[in-house]
T-cell receptor, first 112, second 114 residues
Framework: DQQVKQNSPSLSVQEGRISILNCDYT??????FLWYKKYPAEGPTFLIS?????DKNEDGRFTVFLNKSAKHLSLHIVPSQPGDSAVYFC???????????FGEGTQLTVNP | GAGVSQSPSNKVTEKGKDVELRCDPI?????LYWYRQSLGQGLEFLIY????????KSGLPSDRFSAERTGGSVSTLTIQRTQQEDSAVYLC????????????FGSGTRLTVV
């Protein structure tokens, strides 16, 4: 039972353009959502998060949007840079929970 | 150290052998998690330690897997009688709150069972 799904295993964009990574979830008890970025041979690193009481959170080039009615969130990166090329994981946690549930990840490639 | 340290970084073992993977969390972090990432898969939860509470072992895939955390710090994940399907990157993370926020991951141990 995959409670967090990232349906696009890969995404390729041109440098300077917008990257949009999508994530869907099924568990209505999730109340906090996070995006992690992973380079090869390294552990995932935290990128940005959003609480379920918000619908948008912005940090520099990164913005996360949450649509609770659709159980959907997205990560926008603009402008995209070659150094953004990595695997991006969406994750969620329940209000009463203590562990993150991760999606499968999306490999983003930003071409110069 | 400043980060989560995992050892070894790579391990190749023969099918049927036992392996031990080690995780040194960030000092002061009370919560410690083990995840694994198989080829082409997401991060799969294995086990969670929080302070002196009983660990949440609900993610361990079989009784060949066990983990302990000594003195509330270092953790060891043991896989007995390894199988080829155990091949994966095993990731450890620690956090201060145990709420699920603010995980800091180690670089992982890449386990290959041949």
């Amino acid at each position: 039972d995959q409670q967090v799904k990232q349906n696009s295993p890969s995404l390729s964009v041109q440098e300077g353009r917008i990257s949009i990574l999508n994530c869907d979830y099924t568990n209505s008890m999730f109340d906090y959502f996070l995006w992690y970025k992973k380079y090869p041979a390294e552990g995932p690193t935290f990128l940005i998060s959003i609480s379920s009481i918000k619908d948008k959170n912005e940090d520099g080039r990164f913005t996360v949007f949450l649509n609770k009615s659709a159980k959907h969130l997205s990560l926008h990166i603009v402008p995209s840079q070659p150094g953004d090329s990595a695997v991006y994981f969406c994750a969620a946690v329940e209000a009463s929970g203590s562990r993150l549930t991760f999606g499968e990840g999306t490999q983003l490639t930003v071409n110069p | 150290g400043a980060g989560v340290s995992q050892s070894p970084s790579n391990k190749v073992t023969e099918k049927g052998k036992d392996v031990e993977l080690r995780c040194d969390p960030i000092s002061g972090h009370t919560a410690l998690y083990w995840y694994r990432q198989s080829l082409g898969q997401g991060l799969e939860f294995l086990i969670y330690f929080q302070g002196n509470s009983a660990p949440d072992k609900s993610g361990l895939p079989s009784d060949r897997f066990s983990a302990e955390r000594t003195g509330g710090s270092v953790s060891t994940l043991t896989i007995q009688r390894t199988q080829q399907e155990d091949s994966a990157v095993y990731l450890c993370a620690s956090s201060f709150s145990g709420r699920g926020y603010g995980y800091t991951f180690g670089s992982g141990t890449r386990l290959t069972v041949v």
